[in-house]
């Protein structure tokens, strides 16, 4: 066979759908023709995963430029007979002296394009028609349940994306009991009228058959030769798939250096870049398929190259802008449970009321962000604000769209979450959604019922990753934020010297005042909430009781339900200073011991403090109530500086107003934030203050808990300075 035969579809008595309508149906895609192409090849080939493999599906990109002889074979064997430049750009692009390139998206592990080769021919054995429903048919629904894409408009994404708008097509099948290999050349140009015929604009290159008029695909050993020319992507002994090649891909041009270069209708890239975007937006949609479970291989391996040179992806479990995805989508299918992380997560059903329909599953999972990128595409990284954001899915588990929620507070922290469709509903989702795949729009359904669903999804998402970033309410951690024994210690080690109660265990440590300065006296009051109340001693107490419940006995066993517990205490003298020179100075007994030398009386010199101490918050927060208050409970370390006997911790609590700047004073009438308690590792509470002391001795991870008032976003700031006993 010296050349193919051209086909021009001529429009019939009954009408067609031209070239034009097949083009427009895909409208302006959002993400560009690279992530449109991207999209819809990835969908049809998980479609066309062989039912019969056990082997991932195998998808990949080769984008290369033809050399001498394969843009010869083009001109004199595949395209001698032409369309006008007027009708279909092919025809200028190459007779131009620019050179061509092609990008070859092909799939290996898949059941290829099987079937009868013409529309008008039914199946014997009702088998798939995949070769038709892509090549000759148009909008044809999918004959698949559970399918990500379908063979309609969506293959329209092909012919945009080549500047040509020609597509170069080999597939490996099994028909009729025998495998078979297939080629056939396809292009949309504009409709036309040629001595008073008018055309639809779409064309086909094959095999002539002279009794329909009509070009079928090259078949056999030929169609394998013909792929291999143009250094299209070899198929093993036994495989079966497709390869289309987008010929001429988006536009060509030359740098400076004389290379072509892919380039974006909107934007211009390198050819390196232009791989990088579709490495990119593979990562991007189809993360879930990369993913290995329990030890098994992912569904799917994905390969992209430029003249053979590999791009490589990074493994989503490991790129840090998707690892709150990758663990939302494992809690959610392999029930996976809390690890002991502080990062908080949650997994839901959702479901619409009326009328009552299970509709999918929902995980979201908190997770600190991450600035890295991998990928140098010329323009801004799909990854930069993916921080507060559900990936909606069918059961294909391909990525539909991320749907955006509120942020959370702090920066630092971003959540991801992951719904997937139930099974009942999966198709009203499909049916819900354009030819790009890439939204959920109920205003296409037909059905009330299924537009409610889909309303009811979003909807519910929606308040549910509002409710995750900014809870309404307030959640207690489950343990008391104050015990009662651990109190009592603090008070008999800390608030009682020299008085020696039951809880009063602590060493006894008494305060040396400055040079020059003696200690009066004060008195303290402490009104302290808790429950349950059991008796205890604190040295000198009045303990007066309010209305108490019934089970309260101050004799037995008989444990208390809860009650409010006020303990007046009258405290010993606590040290204040005053000069020595006062009149009201009591005297003191005066020591008459000498020393023996001057060196005797002066105390050891102490090594000076080196370094810094260094103060690490652990978590974000978490909310829970404390004495009635929402409020919010941070964990934090602390490394002592050297020689230090302790930290010094402060805390500086700040309002966020107008997205980013912050203000300690509240406008007139506001309530302010404060601290109310710290909490030691070992459960030990000690009372609320802007600042603690903390000795070097301590060991472990301490919380403090601030209050967090009425819609206040609110900003904790822990330093930490080093101290050292005089």
């Known amino acids: 066979m010296e050349h193919l035969f051209l086909h021009s579809e001529r429009v019939s008595p009954t009408g067609n759908v031209t070239s034009e309508g097949i083009i427009n149906q895909l409208g302006r895609p959002k993400l560009g023709l690279l992530g449109t192409l991207v999209r819809e090849a990835v969908q049809n080939s998980w479609d066309a995963k062989d039912p019969v493999s056990n082997g991932p ?8 430029t033809l050399n001498a002889k394969q843009r010869e074979i083009l001109q004199k064997r595949i395209f001698k007979h032409c369309p006008s430049g007027d009708n279909l750009p092919l025809l200028n692009h190459l007779r131009s002296a620019e050179k061509l390139t092609a990008l070859a998206v092909y799939d290996r592990g898949t059941v290829g394009l099987g079937g009868p080769t013409r529309a008008d021919v039914s199946n014997n054995s009702d088998g798939p028609r995949d070769f038709v429903d892509f090549l000759r048919n148009v909008g044809q629904p999918p004959d698949k349940k559970l399918s990500g894409g ?6 329209a994404a092909f012919y945009r994306a080549s500047s040509t708008r020609t597509i170069l097509v080999h597939t490996r099948c099994r028909y009729n009991g025998k495998m078979e290999s297939r080629f056939i050349a396809a292009a949309l140009g504009k409709p036309f009228t040629e001595k008073g015929v008018r055309y639809t604009g779409r064309h086909w290159w094959g095999v002539e058959n002279p009794k329909l008029d009509i070009a079928d695909p090259i078949e056999g050993q030929f169609a394998d030769a013909l792929a291999d020319f143009l250094n299209m992507p070899p198929f093993k ?13 988006t536009l060509s041009k030359e740098d400076e250096d004389g290379q072509p270069r892919l380039i974006d209708t909107e934007q211009g890239r390198s050819p390196k870049q232009a791989l990088n975007q579709i490495a ?14 329990n030890g098994s291989s992912p569904a799917m391996q994905f390969v ?13 479990e490991k790129y840090l802008p998707l690892r709150g995805f990758v663990e939302a989508i494992q809690r959610l299918k392999t029930s996976k449970s809390d690890d002991g992380s502080p990062l908080r997560h949650q997994v839901l059903d959702i479901a619409s009321q009326r009328p009552k329909q299970h509709l999918g599953r929902l995980a979201l999972q908190q997770f600190f962000t991450s600035e890295e990128q991998k990928f140098d595409t010329g323009s801004e990284p799909l990854f930069n604000d993916l921080t507060h954001h559900t990936a909606l899915m069918r059961m294909p588990e391909l990525v539909v769209k991320y749907l955006p929620g509120d942020s959370m507070q702090n920066e630092q922290f971003g959540y991801a979450g992951v719904f997937i469709t139930d099974k009942e509903v999966d198709s009203v989702f499909a049916d819900a959604e354009p030819p790009t795949h ?14 409610r669903y889909v309303n009811a999804a979003l909807r519910e998402i929606n308040q549910a990753m509002n409710s995750f970033a900014k809870p309404s309410g307030v959640k207690s951690n489950g343990s008391p934020l104050m015990p009662l024994g651990a109190f009592s210690n603090k008070l008999g080690s800390t608030l009682l010297p020299g008085e020696i109660g039951s809880a009063a265990t602590a060493e006894v440590f008494q305060p040396r005042p400055p040079s020059g300065k ?8 402490i009104s302290l909430h808790t429950s349950p109340y059991k008796p205890f001693e604190l040295g000198q107490t009045e303990v007066s009781m309010g209305s108490s419940q019934s089970g309260l006995d101050f004799g037995g066993d008989k444990e208390s339900e809860y009650d409010t517990l006020e303990i007046a205490m009258i405290l010993p003298p606590a040290p204040t200073f005053t000069d020595a020179s006062s009149n009201d100075t009591p005297d003191t007994p005066q020591n008459n011991m000498q020393p023996d030398d001057e060196s005797a009386s002066a105390p050891p010199k102490r090594p000076s403090i080196i370094g810094r101490s ?3 918050t652990l978590n974000e927060g978490d909310f829970v109530l404390a004495d009635g208050l929402p409020a919010l409970q941070i964990q934090f370390s602390i490394s002592h500086a050297k020689n230090a006997d302790g930290t010094l911790i402060h805390t500086q609590l700040r309002a966020v107003i107008d997205g980013s700047s912050t203000e300690t004073e509240p406008p007139i009438g506001a309530s302010t934030s404060k601290v109310l308690r710290w909490i030691s590792p070992d459960g030990e509470v000690y009372a609320g203050s802007e600042e603690l002391y903390i000795s070097s001795d301590s060991k472990g991870e301490w919380f403090v808990v601030v209050s967090v008032p009425e819609d206040m976003v609110l900003s904790v700031d822990l330093t930490a300075e080093a101290k050292q006993e005089s």
């Not at 599906?57 to 290369?64: K, N, S």
């Not at 379908?150 to 293959?155: E, I, L, P, R, S």
């Open 57 to 64: 599906v195998t998808f990949g990109m080769a984008g290369w």
């Open 150 to 155: 379908t063979y309609g408009f969506g293959k």
């Open 237 to 249: 002994k036994g495989e079966r798939g497709t390869t289309i090649v987008v010929l001429q891909p």
């Open 280 to 293: 990119e937006y593979l990562l991007w949609y189809f993360w879930p398929k990369m993913l290995t479970y």
């Open 304 to 316: 992209v190259s430029w003249e053979g040179e590999q791009i490589h992806i990074p493994d989503p």
């Open 438 to 451: 890439d939204e959920w729009v109920s205003k296409s359904l037909k059905d009330s019922w299924h537009k």
């Open 518 to 525: 003696t200690i009066k006296d004060s008195t303290i009051d």
């Open 614 to 616: 260094r103060v690490k």
